[in-house]
């Protein structure tokens, strides 16, 4: 079992950055795929950005060049670096791992991110 715990949400201005992590632990000694998704109201849930165990990373296309995903394996906790928010980036945010590839996924809670002015 994984256990996730995010942190970092918040409400921003319109152009200002905020730095979510995701801490996992549990019975776990690595964890091949680390990503966080987003859902805003009405809307399904959709990925923002992946990293994998060998640092392969993946961008939603709306957030390519704003936001950076970064990871600290030894501590197994993952990080995302959003710069010049939009209103549209409002959602709630949600950390998925993978310790395995194919195996079990797991969610953390979800946190939310408001930008408004």
């Known amino acids: 079992q994984v256990q996730l715990v995010e942190s970092g949400g918040g409400l921003v201005q319109p152009g200002g950055s905020l730095r979510l992590s995701c801490a996992a632990s549990?019975?776990?000694?690595?964890?091949?795929?680390m990503g966080w998704y987003r859902q805003a109201p009405g809307k399904q849930r959709e990925l923002v950005a992946s990293i994998t165990s060998g640092g392969s990373t993946n961008y939603g296309l709306s957030v390519k060049g704003r936001f950076t995903i970064s990871r600290d394996s030894a501590k197994n906790t993952v990080y995302l670096q959003m710069n010049t928010l939009k209103p549209e980036d409002t959602a709630v945010y949600y950390c998925?791992?993978?310790?395995?590839?194919?195996?079990?996924?797991?969610w953390g809670q979800g946190t939310q991110v408001t930008v408004s002015s």
């Open positions: 549990g019975s776990i000694f690595s964890i091949y795929f």
């Open positions: 998925g791992v993978a310790p395995s590839p194919g195996g079990s996924f797991y």
